[in-house]
């Protein structure tokens, strides 16, 4: 079946959107080079989304679209334990094969998130990964495998957290440390470490007592 040449266009100003803004930010996108590297004119982006806002509210979604697909096609492992480590690896590999998504992202914080709050597409009930996070850390409670006053969304932020901060602070990381974080024998290290790190802190030894109270002198 032969696609509309519309939903073609569409697609392609969508896609020319996505790298502009990743490389410009809101702020320094410009709508006419969208229109050339799309092969349209400037007339037909505001035909399809109205004004820059809406077209970059529509990256957005789009990108927060792609991430909610490949969490869908996540399957999870009857071991609670292979199956926090297979999702573990599965967010950081998606994170890593879609740069645009972390720079897309980052800049969106700097704008405190206004344009993603403003959109119907996307909200708490989108994400499979936080169902998933709940479920596989539910069954590991339930086995005796995971620690019970562990939490979904502490676990949920962890993994994204150090699966994000690597890649949004390469270039700064790379220049202190002294070696380009990106090479892949220090990427797959980075990602057996957000597994150690996860898992180590789920496991039933790792409760730790809750420190005593410190007495005031009277």
């Known amino acids: 079946m032969r696609r509309d040449p519309s939903d073609q266009l569409e697609n392609r100003i969508l896609q020319a959107a996505i790298e502009e803004f990743a490389e410009h930010g809101f702020a320094g996108a410009r709508i006419e080079r969208i229109g050339r590297q799309a ?71 700097l704008l405190r998130g206004r344009h993603i709050r403003e959109s119907e597409q996307v909200g708490p009930t989108s994400f499979p990964l936080i169902e998933t996070v709940s479920s596989i850390l539910g069954a590991g409670q339930a086995q005796g495998v995971f620690r019970d006053d562990a939490t979904s969304e502490h676990v949920l932020m962890t993994i994204m957290s150090l699966g994000f901060f690597y890649l949004s602070n390469q270039y700064t990381c790379s220049a202190w440390l002294g070696g380009d974080l990106m090479k892949k024998p220090r990427r797959s290290a980075w990602r057996e470490h957000i597994c150690n790190v996860v898992l180590d802190h789920l496991s039933t030894g790792a409760r730790r007592a809750a420190p005593a109270p410190v007495r005031r002198k009277a």
Do not use: C
Not at 67 to 92: C, K, T, Y
């Open 39 to 109: 092969g349209t004119v400037d007339r037909m982006l505001y035909y399809y989304y109205g004004n820059k806002e809406r077209l970059y509210q529509a990256v957005l979604e789009q990108i927060y679209a792609d991430m909610i697909g490949a969490q869908r096609n996540f399957v999870q492992s009857a071991d609670p334990v292979a199956g926090m480590r297979q999702l573990i690896e599965h967010a950081w590999d998606h994170y890593v094969a879609n740069p645009k998504l972390v720079r897309l992202l980052m800049n969106e914080n």
